[in-house]
C-alpha cells in the first residue's frame, strides 16, 4: 500500500507542477532504438552468483512525454533483446571441467519488455536543445531463454527451458533533444535499468531462481511535438 | 557511482532473491583425480574407506598410514570432514576438520594394518540383520608374519566410531598366506553373506570369492566355502576389491594397463562378473593405483565417488589419496 501511495504522488506531482510553469505545454511522441548493455550481475561472465552472461542487444523504444518549461511526467514502452554470450558460457564448463569432455551451449537471448511512467525534469529550451532527466517506475515482464548445455561425457548437464518471469523496473535517463523545426527533433538519450525477475529451472533442486537483470540502454531516436498549431 | 544512482532511483522495488541460477543440473564430481591433500602426509597414506552422508555432506574416512611410525608399521588413522559441492560453480571439495577415532585404538597394533571396510548400510538385504547392528569393521593385520583378515564389531554416531568387542581374526578365510581387502557382495546368494577379497595362497595375488554359513553373518560362519573367480583373475598380481552395487573395482599390475598397478572394474549382472575393463588413462598412470573403492551419490550428481592411492608425481610423497568421480555403471 505505500508504495501504491509512493507511485500515484509521483505521477501526480509532474501534473500540479506543470500547470503553473506560464509557458504552453509540450505534448511529445518519440520513437528511439539502440543498444541496451548488461550492467552489474547481469553482465557477469563466469561462475559466480547471479552471473547472466549476458551481452549487447538492440532495443526499441517508444514514449510520450508531456513538459512545461522545467516540469513534465512521461511514459515509455520499451522491448529489448539481449544475447546470451554462449562462446564465454562454455568457456566457464571447459575451465570448471579442466577440459574433460567437449562442452557445447545452445541459447537464445534474454527479452525485456518495459512499462515505464515517471516524471521529467528539464533544463530550458535552449538553442532548440532539451536537457532533461527522466525518473521512471514501471513493469518488466522478462523471457529467459532456453538454455541447453551437453558434455560428450556425462550428456546434458545443464538446462533451463524458456520461461517468462517479471518484476518491478526503476528507471533513471538523461535525455537530450534537438528540436530541427517546431515539429520534429532528434533525441539521444541514456538510461540505467534496474530489475530483478523470478524465472523458473525445473530441473533445480529448487526449481526457481532470481535473476537481477540491470542493463543501460543508448538510444537515437526522433521526436514529435503533437501540440504544434499546424496539428 | 553507478550503484549509487541505482540507489537513488530503486529504493525498496526488489524482492529478495531467493536462489541464483544453477549452472550444473546435477553436481559433477572431478573427472580428473584431485589429491587430498588435507589428509595425505609425506609418508604412504592409502587403503582407505569411508562413510558418507550426501544429506549432511560429510564423511568419515579410515586409512592405513606409516606417518604415525615416519615410515615403519602401517596403522589406520581416520579423519572427519566435509564436502563442498556448489551447483553454481561447479566446486567439489573434499575436506577434512578432524582426527581420531576411538575405534582404532581397539585395532591398531604394532604390526601393519591394511584394508579398512566398514559394513553399516544395506540391512534390507538381511532379514536378520537390523539398522545400527552388527556393524562391522573388517581389516587385515599380520601379527603372524602374513597378512589375515579380522573383524571388529563398532557403533558410529556424532561423527565418532567406537569399538564394540574385541577384534577376532575370520579363520574360515585366513591361511597361513596372505589375506585381506574383504568386501561384501550383498545379495549374491540367497540366505548367505558373500564376500570378496584377495589371497596369495596360489602363487600371486588373486581375487577370491568366499560364502558363510547359510543364515549367519559370514564374520560369524565357523565354515566358509572359498572359490577362486577365474573371470576377475589374471596371471599376474590382482589385489584390493572392492564392491558397491553391482560394480568390483580393484588394482592389477595385469597387461593391458598403463604402467605398475592399474585400477581396473567388472559388472556383475546378476549371475556372473564382466571381463575386467580398464578405468583408463584419466585414472591410471604409468605409477601404481592402488585400493580403489566407489561411493555411490545417487541422484544428485552425474558420477560416483571413487578414492584410490597412487604414488604418482606431484603428491606429498609416498602414496597418497586421491578422490575422483567415475561413471554410474
Known amino acids: 500500500m505505500k508504495r501504491l501511495t509512493l507511485v500515484l504522488l509521483v505521477l501526480l506531482l509532474p501534473a500540479v507542477t506543470v500547470l503553473p510553469q506560464k509557458i504552453p505545454a509540450k505534448s511529445v511522441f518519440g520513437a528511439s532504438t539502440g543498444v541496451s548493455i548488461p550492467l552489474d550481475e547481469f553482465a557477469v561472465k563466469y561462475f559466480t552468483w547471479d552471473a547472466g552472461f549476458a551481452s549487447l542487444g538492440p532495443n526499441f523504444e517508444a514514449e510520450y512525454l508531456y513538459y512545461g518549461k522545467i516540469f513534465g511526467f512521461s511514459s515509455s514502452i520499451s522491448y529489448t533483446s539481449i544475447f546470451f554470450n554462449e562462446k564465454a558460457y562454455q568457456s566457464e564448463y571447459d575451465r570448471t571441467l579442466n577440459g574433460y569432455g567437449t562442452n557445447e551451449v545452445t541459447a537464445g537471448n534474454y527479452q ?45 548437464i545443464n538446462s533451463v527451458t524458456r520461461n517468462a518471469g517479471r518484476g518491478a523496473v526503476a528507471s533513471m535517463g538523461l535525455k537530450i533533444n534537438y528540436w530541427l523545426n517546431e515539429r520534429y527533433g532528434v533525441s539521444l538519450n541514456g538510461t540505467l535499468n534496474g530489475m530483478s525477475s523470478g524465472f523458473i529451472d525445473e530441473t533445480a533442486p529448487d526449481g526457481n531462481f532470481q535473476m537481477p537483470m540491470n542493463h543501460a540502454n543508448i538510444n537515437i531516436g526522433f521526436v514529435m511535438n503533437l501540440k504544434t498549431p499546424a496539428l | 557511482m553507478k550503484r549509487s544512482l541505482y540507489f537513488l532511483v530503486i529504493p525498496l522495488l526488489f524482492t529478495s532473491c531467493n536462489g541464483s541460477r544453477l549452472n550444473y543440473d546435477k553436481g ?9 591433500s588435507s589428509i595425505n602426509s609425506t609418508y604412504d597414506d592409502y587403503n582407505s574407506n569411508l562413510q558418507l552422508s550426501w544429506t549432511e555432506m560429510t564423511f568419515s574416512l579410515i586409512f592405513s598410514s606409516n606417518r604415525n611410525s615416519f615410515g615403519e608399521d602401517f596403522d589406520f588413522v581416520s579423519y572427519g570432514g566435509h564436502i563442498v559441492s556448489d551447483l553454481v560453480s561447479g566446486e567439489f571439495e573434499m575436506s577434512t576438520v578432524s582426527n581420531g577415532y576411538g575405534l582404532l585404538e581397539a585395532v591398531n597394533t604394532d604390526y601393519n594394518e591394511f584394508g579398512p571396510y566398514l559394513t553399516s548400510d544395506f540391512p534390507y538385504y538381511f532379514p536378520w540383520y537390523k539398522e545400527g547392528e552388527n556393524r562391522r569393521f573388517f581389516y587385515s593385520s599380520d601379527p603372524g608374519g602374513n597378512l589375515d583378515i579380522y573383524c571388529c564389531g563398532y557403533d558410529f554416531g556424532d561423527g565418532e566410531f567406537t569399538s564394540s568387542g574385541d577384534p577376532f581374526a575370520l579363520t574360515p578365510l585366513n591361511t597361513e598366506h596372505n589375506e585381506g581387502y574383504l568386501s561384501l557382495h550383498h545379495g549374491a546368494m540367497a540366505g548367505r553373506e558373500t ?46 576389491p572392492y564392491i558397491s552395487g553391482n560394480v568390483m573395482v580393484f588394482a592389477s ?32 598412470t604409468e605409477y601404481d593405483e592402488y585400493r580403489p573403492f566407489v561411493v555411490p551419490t545417487g541422484e544428485w550428481y552425474v558420477n560416483d565417488l571413487m578414492i584410490f592411492s597412487s604414488d604418482r608425481p606431484g603428491g606429498k610423497g609416498g602414496f597418497d589419496l586421491y578422490y575422483v568421480g567415475v561413471p554410474k555403471r
Open chain 1, 112 to 156: 525485456i519488455m518495459k512499462f515505464l511512467v515517471g516524471f521529467t525534469l528539464k533544463t530550458p529550451e535552449f538553442s532548440n536543445t532539451e536537457v532533461m532527466l527522466l525518473f521512471h517506475l514501471g513493469y518488466g515482464v522478462a523471457m529467459h531463454p532456453n538454455l541447453l548445455v551437453t558434455n560428450s561425457e556425462f550428456g546434458v
Open chain 2, 28 to 36: 559433477i564430481i572431478p573427472p580428473v583425480p584431485v589429491n587430498f
Open chain 2, 195 to 240: 564376500a570378496y577379497f584377495m589371497s596369495d595362497r596360489d602363487g600371486s595375488y588373486d581375487i577370491y570369492f568366499a560364502a558363510g554359513e547359510e543364515g549367519k553373518l559370514i564374520s560369524e560362519s565357523a565354515t566358509a566355502s572359498v572359490i577362486r573367480s577365474s573371470v576377475l583373475n589374471s596371471i599376474a598380481d590382482d589385489k584390493c
Open chain 2, 253 to 284: 599390475d595385469r597387461e593391458g594397463g598403463f604402467g605398475g598397478f592399474d585400477l581396473w572394474y567388472s559388472v556383475y549382472n546378476g549371475s556372473a562378473w564382466s571381463a575386467p575393463v580398464n578405468l583408463g588413462g584419466d585414472i591410471n
